[in-house]
């Protein structure tokens, strides 16, 4: 995680920067309490960023699928082996 992201949590989660790590902040926001503790083994300290200014999980869901699935195209080799790490099937296009 950046110092930039690190200090600009809130702003990222209200939408800003089209990066990576702003596509994972997000996701890891509109995720439920399953997505995020999936999260939370490959990306804690996001997780926790994400935890720190918004203290209850989002519904998870169709949106969070298809972010889910936006952030795997934004990832790089290092990232989308951290993610297939909580989710598996995302290689194949599938988040459950």
């Known amino acids: ?19 990576f790590g702003a596509f994972l902040l997000r996701t890891i ?14 990306f804690p300290e996001e997780v926790s960023a994400v935890e720190a200014v918004e ?7 169709p949106e969070f699928d298809m972010l889910l699935i936006l952030l795997w195209a934004k990832a790089d080799v290092n990232n989308k082996a951290k993610l297939l790490k909580a989710f598996p099937k995302l290689s194949l296009g599938e988040v459950r």
């Open 1 to 19: 995680m950046t110092d930039f992201d690190k200090d600009h949590v809130r702003e990222i989660l209200a939408g800003h920067g089209s990066w």
């Open 55 to 61: 203290t209850s999980a989002g519904g998870g869901g």
């Open 29 to 42: 926001a509109l995720g439920n309490g399953a997505d995020r503790k999936k999260l939370s083994e490959p």
